[in-house]
Every structure is written in structure tokens, then in C-alpha cells.
């Protein structure tokens, strides 16, 4: 038989019985179909098969892989949800998908068609002999149940498909239900549905971390992102890591010398997938494209920092600050003089509302200070013996001291033995986790907060610039870290868009998840650029142009400088990780924000993006005639002002400069669909 | 038998602020700063040494020692030919924590035999004064809790941080011996990593 080809064989067992429909409650004999179950290593691959007894199985109803081990096949189940149509076949359709390697290298966005009426609707279940021969690439999860025969409890096994249809339903008459899902944690990941305790959901571990923007797709059943894709680089080196091979409590008291504590199982799952938990709206459904050909990437240049004359003629006489949008755009291009930091960051941050009067400002400094005091008051007034009874506070503290002391030391302001600025860190980390309590001091919180502090120089103007900013951060400091869970998706979104080939590669060397971004991500760069670059590059960012996670793409930015020689070296996992945290002090911080600015206009031009990264940067959805590449008109006259602003702070008046990039770019972008 | 160069991972853990990246820099670049940041994420560095006729290269993993890091430090636990399980003489807390840290190796490593597995024991900051955990006491600990062998190093005066690790590499290679006694060998060891041609060395 074509697909009973050579492979090791994981799991055998003989004696099972498959049920065509998933429906239990019209169990006759004559539908089930005796036959054996494997589990075969093949190729590049790992399949799951299950071949009938009877020997005049008809080829022409055997459903199989293709020679090609990555081509994949999909039943399709049709009208599974009317009663009338219970115990027929369900409509059965093959989809086969090359995923050759050199494709997988241009990765495109290939279009995952929902197949409808395409396969023919095989002859019901007079057909005795079903072959099926799926991928476990191709599983979704697995459903326990108790099949009803002859009157007996039988185990029953109910494997979904991604997508929606499912394989049919197995039955464990003479046992080897548990056997099976043992072999199956040997190569594949199971984990606990949330929804559904007899539901486990599959995943194949190395594809857990690499995550395919391909796959990213919403499936409704368990909120869950499925990002996980095949991986033919790491499966034909037939290294399936086991990272998680746990399987949870949901059979109970058969998985003895597995058992862990769900809650631990879960942890580590959280750690090893980062978008397990995902928040569903982060991955909306897809816009499924082709390919998306970005074109040219348009050159910027930046442009001088803004000065303390620039700012102050920015205010009227009541010291409110005119023309937001175009005094935003100048810190963007060019940052801020140091003199005018200390004033500027303010507003920044949101410390203090643009459009308020000076009056008003010091009349909000003075409720705020008031706060502040009460708040470090505190935990000054703490005496030893509260604090032995608070072991929370003591380890804030604790951690809290070590930390200060190791903190931008070589930086003058903080140099030196009892350094008040020592003191001053010290003092705003201690009142924040008055303010937060729940959050407390997370190592990486100094690193957000000397630069305010060292701007400030101000205890209380920077403890409410750092509640300012930790607005943004807090996330990625919780408990469950989804902030950075979140991030390293998004980035994988957009590294994915921009470099297909690069990913494919990272994904190959395990490192599709990224986690080598993780200290870029947590602390915004901080250890990544001298303590003065810090200071431009935030600011740079705070203005929010020129679009929502601009700094997601400042991370493409340095990878894009760093690809060639990750992959001409053929960095490993962990050269991979070696490199990228050496690059720290390297980094130029002005040619950093050139390339991240060159690849948004890159993006902002595109048609037909997915609507992932339109959400993750939040850009503005286009009219057609603006984005139409064959308009002429279009592309002479773009609205710029649009072009850096996000919708709601739109600028009147435009950048010159940025009206040249426009015109002399935008007319390169091509499509292809 | 071997003049190939074994790659051992060697990982150090403990609470955040015992000196875990110290002791990794005094090791590898023979140098210390008081006022080193903390450690954000995971890093490691390689070392090549001779013990006892082996050539090895360590690469040493120095990981984010605060809990709510866990999740970015246990990933690379897996692998490991030893733990170092780090606390500091002069915080009573970072050696009350080692039992746990012992506890979340084993467990994320997923250690097959526990109780075989090298662990070494580094009680760090010697050249401070004020103790707060003795000799005795972490000497005791090691004993009841699986005779690790133990370590009183200053990453600041580099007293025994080579030495220790050296026993670590000892431990391992010991291991190493006891498995290949079981198989009759003229076979090359595979369990044993050859080096990369493509490591980069510190």
C-alpha cells in the first residue's frame, strides 16, 4: 500500500475501531471499521495512521498523504450539525499543500481555502474500508469519550483536524487508548482545554516555537492563537525536543508517571509558548494574501534635536503649548536638547496634559507632590517588627537595595559610594510599590527609571513620570508576563512580513520565539545603547509616532542590520542568543531609528497587508485610490500629513521632507497577489 | 581516549543578587565590578580548560535570579551536565532558598535521576564580613541533601571560583566515566556533544 510506506513505527496497535461519524448515539456494528493504528516516523514527518482489516480496501477511497511527506490532508465534515444526516460519511475532501522548501524560504501567505464541495461525497457507510493517514502536524486536539457498544463503556478517542472537521472517532475495545496518548506526548505536546476537561489540544513541540504567521489563525473553539506550523527544517532532522511532553489530569489516574501539578504544567506551558495566552484580539482573523512585495524602502534622514527656543516658542502667554502635532513631529525627527528634557519629558509621558496652562501644571505639582509624601510615608513609617511579619516588603526591599547598587554605575550621576541619586532610586522604586502593591519591584524597573530620575532630578516630578511610563511597561512585568508574551508575537508578526526567509531561518535554529529580543522588550532598550542614546530614543518613542509599536519595528531594525551575519555564520540557538546580547553598547541609536522609520514608511505604503499588522501598528485604514499603485495622482500627491500621524493627532501642516519620500517611493510599490 | 573537546553546560542559579554573574565573570574574564548590572534575561559565556587530560569547553549560563523571571530562565535549563546552586554567606534568605532552586532545576531540567545528577554547591561573598550563614550549617545542607560538594568562593577576591567550577567539570566527567563502563566501548561517545565549529568563544 502507497502510504504504508517505510518509517519507524512509534505506536502500533491492532484492534481498534473506527466510527465515521462523531456522533455516538446510533452506534451500530456495521459502522465501525475494525483495523489497526499507527504511529510512523516518516521522512520529515510524523504520521498518524489507521488502516481496516478487510483487504479489498478501494484505492480509490484511500485518503493519504502525498509522497510528498509535508503535503497535508484535510477531511472536511459537512452538515455534521443536522440530525438527518447522522451516520453518513462526512463529506471527505483532500487538500494537498507544497510546502517545498524554497517556498517556504519566499514564504508567502498562502491561502488555507476552507474546501466546500470540492471532494466527493464517498459512497455512506456501506463503505467499509477507511484508511486514514493524517500528519499530527494536522491535530488540533483529541476528545475523550465513552463509546457505547454492545451495550459496553468503551474508551473512545475523537481526534479534531485544525479547522473544524475531525478524524473518525476511534474506539478502544480492547483497550490501548492510554498506550496511544503516551506515544502521542512522545512527539507531540497535549495540554489541558480549558473549556473542556476530556479535551486535550495537540501541538508538535518544535512547532510551538516556531511560530508561522501563516497560522496564526483564530479558532473559535478554545480562544487560542494556533500558530504553530510545521517546520520541515527541524523535522528533517528528526530532533523533536521535548520541551513539554506533560500531559494533564484530564484521563484521570491513567497518567501516573506523568502527573504534575496542573498549575506548574501550565507555568511552563505559558513559558515555553509564548502566545499561549494570548489575548484572542492581538490575532484577529486573517487577510490572507499571496504575497506581499513591500517594494523599495524608502531612505529618511533626521533632523537636528529640538531646541529650548524651539520649545518655548511653542507656548502662549498662559505657557500652554501650540501646535502639538508639529512640535510631537520635531522631537520625533530629531529628539530634544537636554535643557529642554526636564520640561518636555513631562508632557511626554503624560505627566502633564499638552494643552494645560501653567497655572494649572502647578497646581497639579502640588497635589502630586502631596501624594507622593503620603505614599512614601508609607513604608518610611514601617517599624522592624511590621516588617518581619510582611515578607512582601522585605523582598521588595531587599531586591530593591541590591538592585539600586548595581544600576548605571559607571554613570557619573549615579557613581560613588552613598550617591544621593542612589538614595533618590531607592526612595521612588519603595513608593511605587505603595502605588502598586500588587506589582511591586521587578528587576528591570531600575533600569526604566534611572534615565527619569537623572532628567528629573526631581523626586517627585520623576516618581510620576515613572507611574507615567510604567503605564506602558506594567505589562510586562505582571505575573504572567503577557506583556512580553504579547510583544514577542506582534514582533514575530512583523518580522515575518519583512523578512519571510529570515524567520524561516531563525525557526530552524529553534529560535523562531524570539526570546533573544526578551531584555530589548522588557526594558525598551535600556541595555542596549549608551545611557545618552537611551535618553533620544525614548523620547523619540514617547511621542508615539510614528505609529503604535514603533519600537517593534526599531527590534526589526537592528535584526535586519544583524541577519546577514547571523545566517552566513550559521548561528545556532545559541550563538543566535550570544550575538544579539552582545550587540548591547554597539548599537548606533540614530541609525536605528532611521531604519525603523524607513521600514514603517515601507509598510505604510503596502497594500493587501495582513490585517495583524495593520492592528499591531495601529495604521490607518487606507482609501483605495491612495494605495492604488497604478494611479499616478495617488502617487504625486499622498496625504502626508496622515503619513506620521496616527488619525487622531493628525498634523495640518506636512514635512517636507517626508512629502519627497512619498512621491519618489510610492509609485515603486508593486503587488502581487 | 578523548582528545576531542566535550562542550559541558554548566548552569548557575540562586537568588537574584548573590554574585551568580560575578562569579561567572571572575571565572571566564578574570575580572570584577561591584557595580555590575543585574542580570536581565539569560546569558552565557564559554571557557575552555584541561582537567585531568580532558579537553572541555564550559559554556556557563547565568540566568535573571528573581521569581518572576522563571518563565525566561527554565526553557534553558534542559541540557545542563551540572548546576551550581549559588546563594551568598552574608543573606541567611538566598541559602534558605537553595532547596528551591534545586527543586525548579530538577524540575524544568527534567533530570532523569536527581540523585545522581551533579549539583555544587558555591556559598558566594566570603570576602564580607558579616555572615549570616556559617560554614558548618551550608556544609550540613550539602550533606543532608544529596553530599553536593560545597564551595565558599569570592567572585570579588577570586578565591575558589575555579576551583569550583573544575570540580564541577570533575563531577561530570566522573558521570561520564560511570555510563561509559556499562557499554563496552570502542564506540565514540555521542551523549557527549562535540564542539562547535561555529562557537563563539568570549
Same mark, same amino acid.
Given at each position: 500500500?502507497?502510504?504504508?510506506?517505510?518509517?519507524?513505527?512509534?505506536?502500533?496497535?491492532?484492534?481498534?475501531?473506527?466510527?465515521?461519524?462523531?456522533?455516538?448515539?446510533?452506534?451500530?456494528?456495521?459502522?465501525?471499521?475494525?483495523?489497526?493504528?499507527?504511529?510512523?516516523?516518516?521522512?520529515?514527518?510524523?504520521?498518524?495512521?489507521?488502516?481496516?482489516?478487510?483487504?479489498?480496501?478501494?484505492?480509490?477511497?484511500? #485518503?493519504?498523504?502525498?509522497?510528498?511527506?509535508?503535503?497535508?490532508?484535510?477531511?472536511?465534515?459537512?452538515?455534521?450539525?443536522?440530525?438527518?444526516?447522522?451516520?453518513?460519511?462526512?463529506?471527505?475532501?483532500?487538500?494537498?499543500?507544497?510546502?517545498?522548501?524554497?517556498?517556504?524560504?519566499?514564504?508567502?501567505?498562502?491561502?488555507?481555502?476552507?474546501?466546500?464541495?470540492?471532494?466527493?461525497?464517498?459512497?455512506?457507510?456501506?463503505?467499509?474500508?477507511?484508511?486514514?493517514?493524517?500528519?499530527?502536524?494536522?491535530?488540533?486536539?483529541?476528545?475523550?469519550?465513552?463509546?457505547?457498544?454492545?451495550?459496553?463503556?468503551?474508551?473512545?478517542?475523537?481526534?479534531?483536524?485544525?479547522?473544524?472537521?475531525?478524524?473518525?472517532?476511534?474506539?478502544?475495545?480492547?483497550?490501548?487508548?492510554?498506550?496511544?496518548?503516551?506515544?502521542?506526548?512522545?512527539?507531540?505536546?497535549?495540554?489541558?482545554?480549558?473549556?473542556?476537561?476530556?479535551? #486535550?489540544?495537540?501541538?508538535?513541540?518544535?512547532? $510551538?516555537?516556531?511560530?508561522?504567521?501563516?497560522?496564526?489563525?483564530?479558532?473559535?473553539?478554545?480562544?487560542?492563537?494556533?500558530?504553530?506550523?510545521?517546520?520541515?527544517? $527541524?523535522?528533517? #532532522?528528526?530532533?523533536?525536543?521535548? $520541551?513539554?511532553?506533560?500531559?494533564?489530569?484530564?484521563?484521570?489516574?491513567?497518567?501516573?508517571?506523568?502527573?504534575?501539578?496542573?498549575?506548574?504544567?501550565?507555568?511552563? =506551558?505559558?513559558?515555553?509558548?509564548?502566545?499561549?495566552?494570548?489575548?484572542?484580539?492581538?490575532?484577529?482573523?486573517?487577510?490572507?494574501?499571496?504575497?506581499?512585495?513591500?517594494?523599495?524602502?524608502?531612505?529618511?534622514?533626521?533632523?537636528?534635536?529640538?531646541?529650548?527656543?524651539? /520649545?518655548?516658542?511653542?507656548?502662549?502667554?498662559?505657557?500652554?503649548?501650540?501646535?502639538?502635532?508639529?512640535?510631537?513631529?520635531?522631537?520625533?525627527?530629531?529628539?530634544?536638547?537636554?535643557?529642554?528634557?526636564?520640561?518636555?519629558?513631562?508632557?511626554?509621558?503624560?505627566?502633564?496634559?499638552?494643552?494645560?496652562?501653567?497655572?494649572?501644571?502647578?497646581?497639579?505639582?502640588?497635589?502630586?507632590?502631596?501624594?507622593?509624601?503620603?505614599?512614601?510615608?508609607?513604608?518610611?513609617?514601617?517599624?522592624?517588627?511590621?516588617?518581619?511579619?510582611?515578607?512582601?516588603?522585605?523582598?521588595?526591599?531587599?531586591?530593591?537595595?541590591?538592585?539600586?547598587?548595581?544600576?548605571?554605575?559607571?554613570?557619573?550621576?549615579?557613581?560613588?559610594?552613598?550617591?544621593?541619586?542612589?538614595?533618590? =532610586?531607592?526612595?521612588? #522604586?519603595?513608593?511605587?510599590?505603595?502605588?502598586?502593591?500588587? =506589582?511591586?519591584?521587578?528587576?528591570?524597573?531600575?533600569?526604566?527609571?534611572?534615565?527619569? $530620575?537623572?532628567?528629573?532630578?526631581?523626586?517627585?516630578?520623576?516618581? /510620576?513620570?515613572?507611574?507615567?511610563?510604567?503605564?506602558?511597561?506594567?505589562?510586562?512585568?505582571?505575573?504572567?508576563?503577557?506583556?512580553?508574551?504579547?510583544?514577542?508575537?506582534?514582533?514575530?508578526?512583523?518580522?515575518?512580513?519583512?523578512?519571510?526567509?529570515?524567520?524561516?531561518?531563525?525557526?530552524?535554529?529553534?529560535?523562531?520565539?524570539?526570546?533573544?529580543?526578551?531584555? /530589548?522588550?522588557?526594558?525598551?532598550?535600556?541595555?542596549?545603547?549608551?545611557?545618552?542614546?537611551?535618553?533620544?530614543?525614548?523620547?523619540?518613542?514617547?511621542?508615539?509616532?510614528?505609529?503604535?509599536?514603533?519600537?517593534?519595528?526599531?527590534?526589526?531594525?537592528?535584526?535586519?542590520?544583524?541577519?546577514?551575519?547571523?545566517?552566513?555564520?550559521?548561528?545556532?540557538?545559541?550563538?543566535?542568543?550570544?550575538?544579539?546580547?552582545?550587540?548591547?553598547?554597539?548599537?548606533?541609536?540614530?541609525?536605528?531609528?532611521?531604519?525603523?522609520?524607513?521600514?514603517?514608511?515601507?509598510?505604510?505604503?503596502?497594500?493587501?497587508?495582513?490585517?495583524?499588522?495593520?492592528?499591531?501598528?495601529?495604521?490607518?485604514?487606507?482609501?483605495?485610490?491612495?494605495?492604488?499603485?497604478?494611479?499616478?495622482?495617488?502617487?504625486?500627491?499622498?496625504?502626508?500629513?496622515?503619513?506620521?500621524?496616527?488619525?487622531?493627532?493628525?498634523?495640518?501642516?506636512?514635512?517636507?521632507?517626508?512629502?519627497?519620500?512619498?512621491?519618489?517611493?510610492?509609485?515603486?510599490?508593486?503587488?502581487?497577489? | 581516549?578523548?582528545?576531542?573537546?566535550?562542550?559541558?553546560?554548566?548552569?548557575?542559579?540562586?537568588?537574584?543578587?548573590?554574585?551568580?554573574?560575578?562569579?561567572?565573570?571572575?571565572?571566564?574574564?578574570?575580572?570584577?565590578?561591584?557595580?555590575?548590572?543585574? *542580570?536581565?534575561?539569560?546569558?552565557?559565556?564559554?571557557?575552555?580548560?584541561?582537567? %585531568?587530560?580532558?579537553?572541555?569547553?564550559?559554556?556557563?549560563?547565568?540566568?535573571?535570579?528573581?521569581?518572576?523571571?522563571?518563565?525566561?530562565?527554565?526553557?534553558?535549563?534542559?541540557?545542563?551536565?551540572?548546576?551550581?546552586?549559588?546563594?551568598?554567606?552574608? %543573606?541567611?534568605?538566598?541559602?534558605?532558598?537553595?532547596?528551591?532552586?534545586?527543586?525548579?532545576?530538577?524540575?524544568?531540567?527534567?533530570?532523569?535521576?536527581?540523585?545522581?545528577?551533579?549539583?555544587?554547591?558555591?556559598?558566594?561573598?566570603?570576602?564580607?564580613?558579616?555572615?549570616?550563614?556559617? !560554614?558548618?550549617?551550608?556544609?550540613?545542607?550539602?550533606?543532608?541533601?544529596?553530599?553536593?560538594?560545597?564551595?565558599? *568562593?569570592?567572585?570579588?577576591?577570586? *578565591?575558589?571560583?575555579?576551583? !569550583?567550577?573544575?570540580?564541577?567539570? @570533575? @563531577?561530570?566527567? !566522573?558521570?561520564?566515566?560511570?555510563?561509559?563502563?556499562?557499554?563496552? *566501548?570502542?564506540?565514540?561517545?555521542?551523549?557527549?556533544?562535540?564542539?562547535?565549529?561555529?562557537?563563539?568563544?568570549?
Amino acid at each position: 500500500m502507497a502510504a504504508e510506506s517505510s518509517g519507524k513505527v512509534v505506536f502500533e496497535l491492532e484492534g481498534v475501531f473506527a466510527h465515521p461519524s462523531g456522533d455516538e448515539e446510533d452506534t451500530e456494528e456495521d459502522f465501525l471499521v475494525c483495523g489497526s493504528l499507527r504511529i510512523v516516523e516518516k521522512d520529515a514527518d510524523i504520521m498518524m495512521e489507521f488502516t481496516p482489516l478487510e483487504d479489498s480496501v478501494d484505492p480509490s477511497h484511500i #485518503l493519504c498523504a502525498a509522497k510528498d511527506s509535508s503535503s497535508v490532508m484535510e477531511w472536511v465534515q459537512c452538515g455534521n450539525q443536522r440530525p438527518g444526516e447522522r451516520g453518513q460519511w462526512p463529506l471527505e475532501s483532500q487538500q494537498s499543500y507544497e510546502t517545498e522548501w524554497d517556498l517556504i524560504n519566499a514564504a508567502s501567505f498562502k491561502k488555507k481555502a476552507c474546501v466546500a464541495g470540492q471532494g466527493s461525497v464517498a459512497g455512506g457507510h456501506e463503505q467499509s474500508g477507511r484508511f486514514f493517514s493524517v500528519s499530527l502536524s494536522q491535530l488540533a486536539a483529541v476528545t475523550l469519550r465513552d463509546g457505547c457498544c454492545r451495550h459496553r463503556k468503551t474508551p473512545a478517542l475523537v481526534f479534531a483536524l485544525k479547522g473544524s472537521s475531525s478524524l473518525p472517532s476511534l474506539h478502544f475495545h480492547q483497550g490501548g487508548s492510554k498506550e496511544l496518548l503516551d506515544s502521542l506526548m512522545g512527539v507531540a505536546t497535549l495540554s489541558k482545554c480549558a473549556e473542556d476537561e476530556s479535551r #486535550l489540544l495537540i501541538s508538535s513541540p518544535n512547532k $510551538v516555537l516556531s511560530q508561522s504567521f501563516e497560522n496564526l489563525e483564530d479558532d473559535n473553539n478554545f480562544g487560542l492563537v494556533h500558530k504553530l506550523r510545521k517546520d520541515p527544517y $527541524v523535522t528533517t #532532522l528528526g530532533r523533536f525536543s521535548k $520541551v513539554t511532553n506533560y500531559i494533564f489530569d484530564a484521563f484521570k489516574g491513567t497518567e501516573e508517571q506523568h502527573q504534575r501539578p496542573p498549575e506548574e504544567v501550565a507555568n511552563l =506551558l505559558g513559558e515555553i509558548i509564548p502566545g499561549l495566552e494570548i489575548n484572542q484580539q492581538e490575532e484577529p482573523g486573517f487577510e490572507v494574501v499571496t504575497r506581499v512585495d513591500l517594494g523599495t524602502r524608502p531612505q529618511v534622514s533626521r533632523s537636528a534635536p529640538v531646541s529650548a527656543d524651539m /520649545w518655548n516658542g511653542h507656548q502662549d502667554q498662559d505657557g500652554r503649548l501650540m501646535h502639538i502635532a508639529r512640535l510631537q513631529e520635531s522631537i520625533f525627527r530629531g529628539g530634544l536638547c537636554h535643557a529642554v528634557r526636564k520640561e518636555a519629558w513631562k508632557f511626554l509621558l503624560g505627566y502633564f496634559p499638552w494643552n494645560s496652562t501653567l497655572d494649572e501644571r502647578k497646581s497639579l505639582r502640588r497635589s502630586k507632590t502631596d501624594e507622593y509624601f503620603r505614599m512614601k510615608l508609607q513604608w518610611k513609617s514601617v517599624s522592624e517588627e511590621q516588617e518581619r511579619r510582611n515578607s512582601r516588603l522585605r523582598d521588595y526591599k531587599s531586591l530593591i537595595e541590591k538592585d539600586v547598587n548595581r544600576t548605571d554605575r559607571s554613570n557619573q550621576f549615579y557613581e560613588g559610594i552613598d550617591n544621593p541619586g542612589l538614595v533618590l =532610586l531607592h526612595d521612588i #522604586l519603595m513608593t511605587y510599590c505603595m502605588y502598586d502593591f500588587d =506589582l511591586g519591584y521587578v528587576q528591570g524597573m531600575s533600569d526604566l527609571l534611572s534615565p527619569i $530620575v537623572f532628567v528629573m532630578e526631581n523626586e517627585v516630578d520623576a516618581f /510620576w513620570c515613572f507611574v507615567c511610563f510604567m503605564e506602558h511597561m506594567h505589562q510586562n512585568f505582571e505575573e504572567q508576563m503577557q506583556g512580553m508574551k504579547t510583544q514577542l508575537i506582534q514582533l514575530s508578526t512583523l518580522l515575518r512580513l519583512l523578512d519571510p526567509s529570515f524567520c524561516s531561518y531563525l525557526e530552524s535554529q529553534d529560535s523562531g520565539y524570539l526570546y533573544f529580543c526578551f531584555r /530589548w522588550l522588557l526594558i525598551r532598550f535600556k541595555r542596549e545603547f549608551s545611557f545618552h542614546n537611551i535618553l533620544r530614543l525614548w523620547e523619540v518613542m514617547w511621542t508615539g509616532l510614528p505609529c503604535q509599536n514603533f519600537h517593534l519595528l526599531l527590534c526589526c531594525a537592528i535584526l535586519d542590520s544583524e541577519k546577514s551575519k547571523i545566517m552566513e555564520e550559521k548561528f545556532g540557538f545559541n550563538e543566535i542568543l550570544k550575538h544579539v546580547n552582545e550587540l548591547s553598547m554597539k548599537l548606533d541609536v540614530e541609525e536605528i531609528l532611521q531604519k525603523g522609520e524607513s521600514i514603517w514608511l515601507q509598510i505604510n505604503k503596502c497594500q493587501g497587508l495582513p490585517q495583524s499588522v495593520i492592528n499591531i501598528l495601529a495604521l490607518e485604514s487606507k482609501p483605495r485610490d491612495r494605495c492604488d499603485s497604478s494611479t499616478e495622482s495617488a502617487a504625486a500627491a499622498p496625504p502626508v500629513a496622515g503619513a506620521l500621524h496616527r488619525g487622531d493627532r493628525a498634523c495640518a501642516n506636512s514635512n517636507g521632507h517626508l512629502r519627497a519620500m512619498d512621491s519618489q517611493h510610492l509609485s515603486k510599490v508593486a503587488f502581487m497577489s | 581516549m578523548s582528545n576531542k573537546t566535550s562542550l559541558l553546560k554548566v548552569i548557575l542559579l540562586g537568588d537574584g543578587g548573590v554574585g551568580k554573574s560575578s562569579i561567572m565573570n571572575r571565572y571566564v574574564t578574570n575580572k570584577f565590578d561591584a557595580h555590575l548590572f543585574h *542580570t536581565i534575561g539569560v546569558e552565557f559565556l564559554n571557557k575552555d580548560l584541561e582537567v %585531568d587530560g580532558h579537553q572541555v569547553t564550559l559554556q556557563i549560563w547565568d540566568t535573571a535570579g528573581q521569581e518572576r523571571f522563571r518563565s525566561l530562565r527554565t526553557p534553558f535549563y534542559r541540557g545542563s551536565d551540572c548546576c551550581l546552586l549559588t546563594f551568598s554567606v552574608d %543573606d541567611n534568605q538566598s541559602f534558605l532558598n537553595l532547596g528551591n532552586w534545586k527543586k525548579e532545576f530538577i524540575y524544568y531540567a527534567d533530570v532523569k535521576e536527581p540523585e545522581k545528577f551533579p549539583f555544587v554547591v558555591l556559598g558566594n561573598k566570603l570576602d564580607v564580613s558579616e555572615r549570616q550563614v556559617s !560554614a558548618e550549617e551550608a556544609r550540613q545542607w550539602c550533606q543532608e541533601n544529596g553530599d553536593h560538594p560545597y564551595y565558599e *568562593t569570592s567572585a570579588k577576591d577570586a *578565591t575558589n571560583v575555579a576551583v !569550583a567550577f573544575e570540580e564541577a567539570v @570533575r @563531577r561530570v566527567l !566522573a558521570m561520564d566515566e560511570r555510563a561509559d563502563h556499562l557499554i563496552p *566501548t570502542d564506540t565514540v561517545k555521542l551523549h557527549r556533544k562535540p564542539r562547535s565549529a561555529t562557537t563563539c568563544c568570549s
